[in-house]
Every structure is written in C-alpha cells, then in structure tokens.
C-alpha cells in the first residue's frame, strides 16, 4: 500500500521586481542623481507599471493631468488632432523619457500618447512627486532640468518647422534618434524607425512623398542605408554637413 500524498499545486515563481535602481534606465530617468536613501524613498512613488500594446493609448488629449510616465521600455508618439481632424505629431518618446509633462500647467493632458510598439512604463503621480521634490532639493533640480529640456525640446520643433529646409529637417531628425540611442547604450549608426514615413512627415512638417524623396536621396548620396523602417547610417559627418552647407 503506497500512502498518497496530495500534491500542491506549484505556485507560479515571482516575478522579479526591477526597481529604479537596477533599473537601466535610471542614468536617463527622473531619479537619476539621487542618493541610496533618497532613491528608495522615490522607488516608493511608482505605485504602478502599465504594459500597452502597439497602437494603444496611454491617455488622451484633454484627460485629466494626474501622472508623468517613465518609458521603461518600448517606443511612444505624442500627437494632437487640429481643427479639421488632422493628427499633427509632436514628439516620439523612447526609454527613460517622461511622457505627460505637458498637463503639469493646464491639470489636463495637451496632447495624446500613443504606443508605437509593445512598451511598458512607470507610473509617477505627480503628486507625490511634487511632495518629494519639496524636501528632497537633488530631485526638484532634476525634475526642473527635465522641464526645461521640454522647454528646449520645444523650441527646437519649433525651429526645426519655422527656418529649416526639408533636408534639413530629416537629417537633424536622423542625427537626434542617433544621439538618443547612443545615449542608452545602443548602437548609433544602426536602429529600427518604429514610426512611418507619414509619422515622421507629420513631425517635421513635411508631406509624405517628401519624406520618402529625402530618404531615397540620402542613400543615394550614400549617406544611410535604408531597407524598409531600417536604417542604417553611413556618413555622420556628411548627414551634419547637410545642416551647415544649406544655410
């Protein structure tokens, strides 16, 4: 006689918890600076991580301002819908940026945030962050130098729309997604466009046929490689002279 024994079910294993700081993003993010003590204290601030899949939104223009986000992971665009229901594209967000800063003056989102591919971000009610930020003087430095590359940021679409030739446009668009990437420990001369062609059009203030007349030109002056949304640059230094021979 073989006595039984009734079998647990086995529990699923733990996911493990990446905090901020273990996280990779951290160097890029809000708490970056901060130290040990004051990092555990601002790890308590994300209460949440929400996973969205490709196409979904984060939140919509005109919702009610509660959170920042920090991209954890993925690729999101900004976007606001002009008077005729045209989408006019504002920014393109990637690892260790903060979506939602723009409904920190109004209470309310300006734009709408959308998922470009499957991506993952950290949830940062903005309430909580101000209290912090009111006695820990290292995160107010580093939430007012992230507003103020906002500010910079802006500016810079601004000029990008307002004096730049189409050529220009792209090739700065091209040399800031290098920058970016480089700056997260990924290759700089090699990376996946998770936007289209009209996207990035909508963006630089350029219709879609030139976008697509700029980019075949620019490989055939062999300055990228392009295959579909992969691109591949083979001239930095050529893609910066398109910046000062047109002026």
């Known amino acids: 006689m073989y006595a039984v024994t009734a079998v647990k079910p086995a529990t699923a294993p733990r996911k493990f918890e990446i905090t901020c700081s273990n996280c990779n993003m951290r160097e890029l993010c809000l708490p970056q ?42 690729f999101f665009k900004s976007s606001v819908v002009d008077g005729e229901g045209r989408e006019q594209v504002t920014g393109f967000f990637m690892g260790g940026e903060l979506l939602g800063m723009d409904g920190i003056g109004t209470s309310r989102y300006n734009s709408a945030a959308i998922a470009l591919e499957d991506s993952e971000v950290c949830v940062l009610p903005y309430a909580l962050i101000e209290e912090m930020a009111q006695d820990v003087s290292a995160l107010q430095r580093q939430l007012h ?57 909508s963006y630089l203030g350029l219709k879609l046929e030139t976008v697509s007349r700029l980019f075949s030109g620019f490989h055939d002056d062999g300055l990228i490689e392009v295959q579909q949304k992969h691109v591949r640059i083979l001239d930095s230094a050529g893609l910066e002279r398109v910046l000062v021979t047109h002026h």
Not at 42 to 69: P, Q, T, W
Not at 162 to 184: D, I, P, Q, V, Y
């Open 145 to 201: 130098a992230v507003l103020a590359r906002e500010i910079v940021r802006d500016h810079g679409v601004m000029m990008l729309l307002g004096s730049m030739r189409a050529e220009e446009r792209l090739a700065t668009f091209l040399l800031n997604l290098s920058r970016r990437f480089t700056a997260r420990g990924y290759s700089p001369l090699e990376f996946h466009l998770r936007m289209t062609r009209e996207e990035i059009g």
């Open 33 to 74: 600076g901060l130290p040990p003590e004051q990092m555990q204290r601002f790890e308590s601030l994300v209460y949440a991580r929400r996973k969205l899949k490709r196409g979904e939104a984060l939140f919509a223009a005109g919702d009610e301002f509660k959170a920042v986000y920090a991209v954890r992971s993925g």
